[in-house]
């Protein structure tokens, strides 16, 4: 894949002396989406804006198709915007909203009729080009934006939490519906979220940010199941944590002992030897439940347990160490309840240790 | 807004802005200030200002107007409360309309209206107090001046509370009820608290407003001086340029300090802007006893507006009210027979051509304070803003001293007219619009960025469509000021160029009540037909306050 758009070094500092973005470099290929995931406040909203044009980086540069760009005014930069509210002009019609970019461009007459319909058609609101606004429902709203932002064909697209205005189930859906416009038109697309479902779902490629840095650029796979540090882990999906001791190393794995027994474990990239402490984390799914005294089982108790649908969500501790276990749910088998003492079983493969450190920051681990 | 900090044309702007307000604004303050501070020969010199303080009546001036002040601004902010709870607790439906409708009548009334129909219903000769009740009553001084200045100043303070009651948010009120508060604890505890900027917004505004008040201290102050009056009557009656210097720098200070006191402590929230966002619930009625008193007081001053409403059309249309109350429309015909015609065209056309001039200048000023990053802009909301915290009376004497001589000697002309309404009325447009363009969502005007417009098409599609209701009402207020406004122009006026407001000033003076009357009544029925078709023709466009 060729790099269309390239961040170099990029920074910002603002005035009142915050440093919104602290150093990224990121190179996004030609029709590949990006999302730049991480806790409010990280600096991604500020990241975009800079690629947008609206703040000026402090150092650094963002080249598009080999161009640079940041040298170039907003309204030069062929990158268009879907804002976080919409930002749909309230004074225009939907055609009028859609149809602004080509106006603008002194299209008019029939090629611009042809080529608003054909926006509104493609995000599927063909008929409502008479409405305002105002008279749409949020959904909408949000295809209306999408629509104006791709009307002008522009070489990149970028979205600053496009969803979240709307509720959980409309998001769901249109985190597909955008996914597959952006595949189906093929461009090159710059995504900030904090929801890291909305990441996974949409995303080629995942960079958390973290204070302003990319902590870990990667598949959403890779940044799943080989976070690159606690933070990582913490911040998609959830991880349990447990303390272990390095034993030995066989290969590209550590034998780590925790959970009273030596296990092979993947790593983080870090420094490791012989006798060390280091944190160990489970996902909650590759944590299974068995019947209490299975063979080769940790013993553990029920803290609590809950239904969810799909799935049954356990507390447990085991050892002094609180663990979270998602389990598949079978018609008409019973949840185990509080207090049942249980056998806990956990993959080979599954444990990945990460250099002994603190605790992942609570509001950040939150997002 | 990087866009727009990259394009020159806000520099240009700027300028544009910076230069008309030094010419209209700049220039004629400093004529006043530089009489006050430079003798004869152009020396610096004080002593002459300091001399003339040193005599008792000039003192007694200083200190009637400091008292007058104060207590209109205490009297008029309680009233305009006392009209905000019940139109927004007390009563509901057509009443409320009624009574919303009826506090806002005096702010359109021309004015002489209210003192002429307070003399006519209260004077010597007054219909009520001698007519009825057979009263020797004496309305001029420091009470009669009160009563009218009451009456004329208490919709701004009504206007400030209602918009601040409408976006209280009832839940909070609510909530004060579950938590066991009494409906008076929760008027104390919770309502009263909030609107508290309200309170300081309403008193200092009425404070510059009483103190800027000519017609009604000529009118009715009897013996009881104020500055404004004293400084109209040292260059009217005593050609004593001099002294009216000294009364107009004297005047300026408490004026300024108010208003940019009311400016600092109390900001944007006392624009009327409707931004509160209802989150439900149900605001709470009050205690019943209380209810009672609330309606008892406002509903007297609404009969008392509304007769003295009435009594200028019966002095209109009566050979004079009390004394022979034969009907005809003798006022009438004197007035348009003679030079009321003129006065009717004049100043309909002065005040005409002035509105959208104000209304641009506000609109330039507001953008440039609000939308682009040209260093030292919010200077120039502060320097705009003079011309409505400055007294229209010292307004109107600067204007008189800076362009009786060259270089720009255009006294008589109806430049000079247009200038200072310009001046006058300027700074509610940029009231307005500032408030416009900050409910704007600067996403907007990215997002038209976003799409490729340069600064200037986004201004022209987006940030213009958005404020012109701003625009607009910033235009009617400016037109309907220029209409009634006496204080500015008292000075200025010639031959050349007839002004309502001046010839009422003159028919009064000349004792011919009746003509006064006719003369309101068509003034009133001009602001009333304008603000009516232009709101028809443009859309509804609020009424402000706050200059
Ligand atoms: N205009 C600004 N001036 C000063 N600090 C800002 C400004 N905009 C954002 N910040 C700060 O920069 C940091 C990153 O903000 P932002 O990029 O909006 O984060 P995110 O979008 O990831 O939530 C935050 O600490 C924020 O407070
Ligand atoms: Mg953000």
Redesign the interface.
């Known amino acids: 894949m060729t790099a269309d758009l390239v961040l170099r070094h990029l920074e910002k500092r603002f005035p009142n002396g915050t440093v919104a973005v602290d150093g990224i470099d990121l190179e996004v290929g030609a029709g590949e989406l990006v999302a730049l995931l991480g806790p409010s406040g990280c600096g991604k909203t500020t990241t975009l804006r800079m690629v947008a044009g609206f703040e000026d980086p402090s150092a650094g540069t963002i080249e598009l198709g080999g161009k640079r760009i940041d040298v170039l005014p907003p309204d030069r930069r062929g990158a268009t915007m879907v804002f976080q509210g919409y930002a749909l002009f309230p004074h225009l019609s939907v055609f009028e909203n859609v149809g602004y970019g080509l106006r603008v461009r002194r299209v008019g007459g029939q090629a611009l009729r042809d080529k608003v319909h054909a926006a509104l058609e493609l995000v599927g609101l063909e008929g409502l080009g008479d409405r305002r606004p105002q008279q749409l429902s949020g959904g909408q709203q949000q295809r209306v934006a999408l629509a104006r932002a791709l009307i002008l064909e522009p070489k990149l697209l970028l979205f600053d939490e496009p969803l979240s205005n709307l509720d959980a189930k409309l998001r769901e859906q249109m985190r597909l519906e955008i996914r597959t416009l952006q595949q189906r038109v093929g461009i090159t697309s710059l995504y900030v979220t904090h929801d890291q479902a909305e990441a996974m779902t949409l995303a080629d490629r995942i960079a958390v940010m973290d204070r302003g840095r990319i902590a870990q650029l990667g598949t959403p796979r890779e940044i799943y199941e080989e976070p690159a540090d606690r933070l990582v882990a913490a911040f998609v999906g959830h991880a349990n944590f447990t303390a272990g001791i390095i034993r030995g190393r066989r290969g590209d794995t550590l034998i780590v002992e925790t959970l009273g027994a030596s296990r092979p474990t993947s790593f983080a990239p870090g420094v490791y030897a012989e006798g060390d402490q280091v944190d160990v984390m489970i996902r909650p799914e590759e944590v299974h439940v068995v019947p209490a005294g299975a063979d080769g089982a940790i013993a553990g108790t029920v803290v609590a347990s809950s239904f969810l649908g799909g799935s049954a969500l356990y507390q447990l501790l085991a050892g002094g160490v609180e663990l979270q276990a998602t389990v598949p749910m079978e018609r008409g088998v019973p949840l185990q309840p509080a207090g049942a003492a249980v056998g806990l079983r956990v993959r080979d493969g599954a444990f990945r240790a990460f250099p002994a450190g603190s605790v992942p920051r609570e509001g950040a681990a939150r997002g | ?3 727009i900090r ?1 394009d020159p044309a806000a520099a240009a702007l700027a300028l544009m802005v910076a230069a008309a307000i030094a010419f209209g604004l700049g220039y004629p303050l400093a004529n006043v200030l530089g009489q006050a501070v430079l003798d004869d020969l152009g020396r610096f010199d004080v002593a002459p200002i300091v001399r003339i303080f040193s005599f008792p009546v000039p003192r007694a001036v200083v200190v009637n107007s400091l008292l007058m002040g104060v207590l209109a601004a205490t009297m008029g902010t309680l009233l305009g409360f006392a009209f905000a709870l019940t139109t927004a607790r007390a009563v509901r439906g057509p009443h409320r309309s009624a009574l919303h409708y009826i506090a806002l009548l005096p702010l359109i009334a021309p004015p002489f209206a209210l003192a002429l129909s307070t003399i006519f219903l209260f004077g010597r000769q007054g219909l009520l107090t001698r007519g009825l009740f057979h009263w020797e009553t004496d309305p001029y001084g420091l009470t009669g001046l009160l009563f009218v200045q009451t009456i004329t100043f208490f919709p701004v303070a009504y206007l400030i509370f209602d918009a601040l009651v409408r976006q209280l948010d009832p839940a909070l009120e609510e909530a004060a009820l579950n938590l066991g508060a009494s409906r008076g604890r929760i008027l104390r505890t919770v309502v009263i608290p909030l609107l508290r900027p309200g309170f300081a917004a309403a008193f200092l505004i009425i404070f510059v407003e009483s103190l800027a008040d000519l017609a009604n201290p000529l009118l009715i102050g009897g013996d009881f001086n104020v500055l404004a009056s004293s400084a109209y009557l040292a260059i009217i009656g005593e050609f004593d340029t001099r002294k009216a210097v000294a009364y107009s720098v004297v005047l300026m200070l408490p004026s300024l300090l108010a208003y940019f006191a009311q400016r600092i402590w109390v900001g944007e929230s006392s624009v009327v802007t409707v931004t509160g966002k209802p989150s439900g619930g149900r605001a709470q009625r009050l205690g019943a006893s209380f209810r009672v008193g609330l309606l008892v007081v406002t509903g007297t001053v609404a009969v008392l507006v509304l007769l003295l409403y009435l009594t200028v059309l019966a002095g209109a249309f009566t050979k004079l009210l009390g004394i022979d109350n034969t009907v005809t429309l003798d006022n009438f015909k004197f007035v348009l027979g003679g030079i009321g015609t003129r006065a009717m065209t004049d100043t309909t056309f002065l005040s005409a051509v002035a509105a959208p001039i104000a209304a641009l200048l506000g609109l330039a000023t507001a953008y440039l304070v609000v939308r682009t990053k040209v260093p030292g802009r919010t200077v120039f909301d502060y320097v705009v803003m003079l011309g409505a915290a400055a007294p229209g009376i010292v307004l109107g004497l600067g204007i008189l001293l800076a362009f009786n001589h060259r270089p720009f000697l255009l006294s008589g002309t109806a430049v000079i007219f247009i200038i200072a309404f310009v001046i006058r009325t300027a700074p509610v447009s940029l009231r307005t619009t500032v408030a416009a363009l900050l409910q704007i ?1 600067p ?2 005007e ?9 600064a200037a ?1 986004t201004f022209r ?2 940030t213009l ?2 404020v012109r209701r701003a625009v607009l009402s910033g235009a009617i207020f400016s037109f309907t000021r220029n209409m009634t406004t006496l204080s500015t122009i008292a000075l200025l006026v010639t031959p050349n160029w007839r002004i309502m407001t001046s010839q009422i000033l003159n028919e009064i003076d000349a004792q011919r009540l009746g003509s006064g009357a006719a003369y309101s009544t068509i003034l009133i029925v001009i602001v009333l037909a304008a603000v009516i078709t232009l709101n028809r023709v443009f859309g509804k466009a609020p009424i402000e306050v706050g200059a």
């Not at chain 2, 990215?446 to 340069?454: C, D, E, I, R, V």
């Open positions: 807004m990087i866009a990259r969502d996403s907007l990215q997002a038209s960025a976003n799409l490729g417009a340069g098409t599609r987006i469509p958005l």
